[in-house]
């Protein structure tokens, strides 16, 4: 038992805080929804960090430490598909990166489809993959701080099912991803927050100052820190229960980091202009993704008193 | 970084089991009904410590010279583990282990560690702890318990109130003050509970048996050899203590316990399909294990020989959220259980709930001080 990072671990974690911080700069004016992470993309392919969990003496740990740090960066990168779910859910696979996931479910929409390369399917029994490079997809015009697009069955049909992939740890590493990039956005969403009660002054005293802030914000650390040491955790043992475990104490997490961070902000958190949205609107996006809380915590009991998840 | 447990400390979870397998009674749970406070678990302890001490087991993470079997602060948190999970039949000598120990040796005196250590390493002495006052809660430094220099003498005169065990502790390790004002001025004594002047009511409560006392100090004069540290420096050692006891009770190992029972009744009445109990059962599982880990991280610190810090407040938290979440599973879904009181486990996994945002400082106390520590927001003016 052994909670502190090694020291290649920390060099690593240091190496992609530097690279990922020169992206952190906000322009001058935000008038997107999300601001597209290009520069960040490439810098990380350029590093070879995409390929982190298959580098020799690494692993699902590694990738945790990336998604996250990637995670908190102002700008949206697919970053949990590629390094974390592809590399540990299908080690024997080639798959051609940006990776958008799914579930089978025709009309939703699909984080990071346009612009993606590849497409995996949760189909129940089955994984199935589309090349969607060459397949025309319909951007979705969304506030929810990634770039959307919508699953259609044409896109379904071009599909095939991907041979000897187990859907289990398809579900299991698209949770420790899930749980992963929370805590990573729901970090900079309270970052940026406890600072702004700081600075933020009314009846003549920071608004920080006040215990109904405070402690709020202090239950947000909590829930934040429980999700965060279980991913790390999850990522560790490779066990399913613990991602699933995980993803359900992320969701928990950012439910409530959104709505706290959006409340201490007031008016100011609701306008486009200030860079919240940017973090606190990917939680929103992800508080549903793969069925929500009550998936999440359903699969938890299925793992924990049952025999496992049904298709 | 590694989440895996050593041969070492599988094997020394492995022993625990063992003794307890071989140690507790068949009928433990109808006679202690899973109360650390009762009458029965206290004088049952007083039998079952000092095995432990024989098997090496009562103070593992102790230094060797002290007695100890000088192993790390993880068997010190897998013991708790079992311990809790089992019931609790070491009574308040837990606290024995947690705290008074680890703090004697720190700031007792050569002549206080010989004589307490001992007692403490024979399995048969319970300490209770006297710092609770009627107007001194979670503001603990505005006690009013006075110890007044006579000499070579104290002489002490206040109340405590919501002491654990005080009906059937040895011994008090209590606060009171020599002077000065809030902080400034606390000093700690060591007080047999059956010297002259000291009176303990048992309060009726919800937790369980012997669980909240008054105690009454009614011109009790302690020789000086009998105060704890330096006259006027309690308010270091109270500090050293909590941070001891905050992370010092893995009460998520016994509601763990408790939420895999709920639902194997649950199951055998064909109630375990619904999805909202099901929902409702593994977010608590989820909370619960978070709990464990985020402790886990704080013992860490402590092998490791790195300060206390808000991580402390952090888990305490954490632990009142994941106890609550069981609390409320099992009355929502095991009402009749829990009202009619027969299933000892439901019972009692409810009842410690009751305390958990109390104990130790108050959950609110734990949120202000994540919020001024850990987040750096400013102090209310």
Known sequence: MDFDLSSDQSVLAEAIDNLVGRHHTLPSVIAAHYLPGDGLDSDLAQAGFFDIARSEGMSALEAVLLVERVARAPVAVEIGASALVVPLALPDHEISRPVALADARAGSPVRFLPGASSLLVDAGSEIRIADVSRLNIEPISSTFAYPFGTLTSAILDASEPLGDVSVELLRQWRRVALATEICGAGKSALDLTVQYVKDRRQFGRPIGEFQSVQHRLAECTMLLASARMMALRAALTGNSLDAAEAASLAQEAGTRIHHETHQFHGAMGITMEYPLHLWTYRLKALQGEMGGLVAQTGAVAALRWDDGEQP | ?381
């Open chain 2, 1 to 381: 970084m590694d989440f895996n447990w050593t041969r070492e400390h599988d094997a020394f979870r492995a022993r625990l089991r063992d003794v307890l397998k071989r140690h507790l009674p068949d009928d433990w749970a109808e006679q202690s009904r899973y109360d650390t406070s009762s009458e029965y678990t206290s004088k049952f302890s007083r039998k079952f410590c000092p095995i432990l001490a024989q098997e090496g087991l009562l103070i593992p993470h102790w230094p060797k010279e002290l007695g100890g079997e000088g192993l790390d602060g993880f068997h010190h948190w897998i013991l708790g583990e079992e311990m809790v999970a089992a019931g609790e039949p070491r009574s308040y000598q837990y606290m024995s282990v947690n705290w008074v120990g680890p703090t004697m040796m720190r700031y007792g005196t050569k002549a206080q560690q010989e004589e307490f250590i001992p007692k403490i390493k024979s399995g048969n002495f319970i300490w209770c702890q006297g710092f609770s006052e009627p107007d001194a809660g979670s503001d603990l430094a505005a006690l009013r318990t006075r110890a007044e220099r006579r000499g070579d003498r104290y002489l002490i005169n206040g109340s405590k109130i919501w002491t654990s065990g005080a009906s059937f502790a040895d011994h008090c390790l209590m606060l009171a003050r020599t002077g000065g004002e809030r902080r400034e001025g606390i000093t700690v004594f060591l007080v047999p509970m059956k010297h002259p002047g000291v009176e303990v009511r048992v309060i009726p409560n919800y937790i369980g048996e012997r669980t909240v006392h008054e105690v009454f100090f009614t011109e009790v004069e302690v020789p000086a050899e009998w105060r704890f540290g330096d006259e006027s420096n309690g308010w270091e050692i109270v500090t050293y203590i909590l941070h001891q006891e905050r992370v010092g009770i893995p009460r998520y190992a016994f509601s763990m316990r408790v939420l895999d029972h709920a639902v194997e009744l649950l199951k055998k009445r064909g109630a375990f399909s619904d999805s909202a109990v099901r929902a409702r059962a593994g977010h608590a599982r989820a909370a619960c294990e978070a709990t464990r880990y985020l402790a886990l991280d704080v013992i860490n610190d402590r092998v490791k020989g790195r300060p206390p810090s808000a991580k402390t407040s952090i888990v305490r938290y954490s632990q009142v959220r994941s106890d609550r979440l069981v609390a409320d599973f099992l009355a929502d879904y095991l009402a009749d259980e829990l009202v009619s009181g027969q299933d000892r486990m439901i019972a009692s996994g409810y009842k410690r709930t009751g305390s958990v945002g109390i104990a130790s400082g108050a959950a609110e106390v734990q949120l202000d001080l994540i919020a001024r520590n850990h987040l750096d927001l400013p102090r209310r003016r």
